[in-house]
């Protein structure tokens, strides 16, 4: 099976930077999602990772460590509409995606 | 723009009826599904369908049936609501073409069974 951990909640100021890590535990998978769900809506697409490494996409960058069973977001400048919750999934088998509990980021001015 | 569509924000149901929840995609994605979130546990995987007339349980499928007749429709039917069953509803869709491929989601269905 896979296990997927994320923190519950955090917090971060406008303008900073913030990261927000995934660890997980699983036998193997084709790579890693993040997603972003505001409050009340639909989760919407972020970053999928398949190799080790950083992959960076404006203010939001995604890295992998499959050695060390490790993931992290990290948001730059933060603004206060990137309050929301950010999902960590994992591609596995077949059409299977994993996701985990999620972690609700709160922007603070 | 892709575009999923769920037929009801929010949902009201007593114990015992039989309740219809209604996906359709604009996208002709091969691939439906069905998740619920509930709070500290996330997105469960519910049922699953890689084509027409096809479908594979998730990981938490009991007390849930699904239909997919045509390929842009997507039904999670609940044959007997149950308190329990009260959670947010997602479905999502996505291309057929391995499991890097994005998934889109719909708006959610709210469902309160009392």
């Known amino acids: 099976g896979q296990n997927i951990d994320q923190p519950t909640e955090m917090t971060a100021t406008e303008g900073a930077i913030v990261q927000i890590n995934c660890t997980y535990q699983t036998s193997g998978f084709n790579g890693l999602f993040w997603y972003q769900q505001h409050a009340g809506e639909a989760p919407t697409f972020l970053s999928y990772?398949?190799?080790?490494g950083l992959e960076e996409k404006g203010r939001f960058s995604s890295f992998l460590s499959r050695s060390k069973g490790y993931s992290y977001l990290l948001l730059k400048e933060l603004q206060m509409k990137d309050s929301a919750s950010y999902l960590c999934?994992?591609?596995?088998?077949?059409?299977?995606?994993?996701f985990g509990t999620g972690t609700k980021l709160q922007v603070i001015p | 723009d892709v575009k999923v569509t769920q037929s009801s924000r929010y949902l009201v149901k007593r114990t015992g009826e039989k309740v219809f929840l209604e996906c359709v995609q604009d996208?002709?994605?091969?691939?439906m599904f069905w998740y619920r979130q509930d709070p500290g546990l996330g997105l469960r995987l519910i049922y699953f369908?890689?084509?027409?007339?096809?479908?594979e349980k998730g990981d938490i499928p009991e007390g849930y049936s699904v239909s997919r007749e045509k390929k842009e429709r997507f039904s999670l039917i609940l044959e007997s609501a149950s308190t329990n069953q009260t959670s947010m509803y997602l479905c999502?869709?996505?291309?057929?073409?391995?499991?890097?491929?994005?998934?889109?989601f719909g708006a959610g269905t709210r469902l309160s069974v009392l």
């Open positions: 999934a994992l591609a596995g088998g077949y059409q299977k995606v994993t």
């Open positions: 999502a869709s996505r291309w057929d073409r391995g499991p890097g491929n994005i998934q889109y």
């Open positions: 996208m002709d994605h091969e691939n």
């Open positions: 369908s890689y084509d027409v007339k096809m479908k």
């Open positions: 990772n398949v190799l080790d």
